[in-house]
Each structure stands twice: as C-alpha cells, then as structure tokens.
C-alpha cells in the first residue's frame, strides 16, 4: 500500500507538471501554431509594465488534494469516525489541492505597448520570456488566436 507520504509526492509532482502544461512563453508556439502562418507588424514599444498570469485553475488539483486529504482523514478515528474524517480530509484537500495549483502554475508576465508603424496602439500581453524596453523596434506576429512580440 501506498503511504501518505509517498502520495503526497506523487500529487505535488501531478501539480507541478499540470502547472507547466499550460504555459505558452512568447517564444514557445503549440503544435497547431508549428507550420500555420501569422500575419507580421512592425512597431516600436512604447512602455512596458510588469504584471503577473494567474495560474491555471484545472480539476487536477483539487482532484490530487482531495485524494491526499481524504486518505489522510480516513485514517482519523474508526468506524463512521474514520468516514466522517475522510470526508473533511477530501474537502480540505481539495480546497488546499487547487490553491496549491493556482500558486505553483502562476507565470510574471509583461504587458508591452507598442505603436506600430500603421500609428496604431496595441497592447500584448505575454510571459516575460524576453525583455523589451520602450524605443526598441519590435514585430508583432498574430494568428491562429494569439499574438506574441519578438525583437
């Protein structure tokens, strides 16, 4: 049988992993954006401000938590004790599981205002991958739902 500790591991590793499935950097691209093609604007940043990406807030941790807490309660007490224990624990856990998961997947981003050459301001917000100050020359590529700054 497995112990509480070693499930513990194991759902803290789950998190982890769930938390770094739904990043996408400015400089990383999904399958399906791999050979599609994006349109290309040239521009010139105009400010950049620091901001942060929430984490991502999936099942999965409060699954993982609920799981460990429900384990874990269920060895409170015996008879309908251990039932009831089980219960909280499952709660608790999973309440716990998908803080856990919001914390670990949260990204700092940028939010970086360019003027393009149409004279056209836009805003791109981004993981902060890469560092852009205001006066650069910047491309902004678009397509298949996203948008991304590069130099």
């Known amino acids: 049988m497995i112990s509480i500790r070693s499930m513990a591991f194991l759902s803290a590793a789950a998190l982890a992993l769930a938390g770094c499935a ?15 093609e994006m349109t290309v604007r040239m521009g010139v940043v105009e400010s950049v401000r620091q901001v942060t990406i929430e984490g991502d807030k999936t099942p ?3 699954l993982a938590g609920g799981a460990i807490g429900g384990i874990a309660g269920s060895n ?5 004790g251990s039932n009831v224990g089980a ?7 999973g ?9 670990v997947s949260k990204k700092a981003g940028l939010e970086i205002t360019i003027k393009l050459d149409s004279g056209q301001m836009i805003a791109v917000t981004q993981e902060a991958d890469e560092a852009f100050r205001p006066g650069e020359r910047v491309r902004v590529l678009s397509g298949h739902g996203a948008t991304r700054v590069s130099h």
């Open 22 to 36: 739904g990043s996408q950097p400015g400089s990383s691209y999904s399958q399906s954006q791999a050979r599609g």
């Open 60 to 62: 999965v941790g409060a």
């Open 76 to 80: 409170v007490g015996g008879g309908r």
């Open 87 to 93: 219960i909280l624990g499952a709660v608790a856990g």
């Open 95 to 103: 309440v716990a599981g998908n803080a856990i998961e919001e914390h």
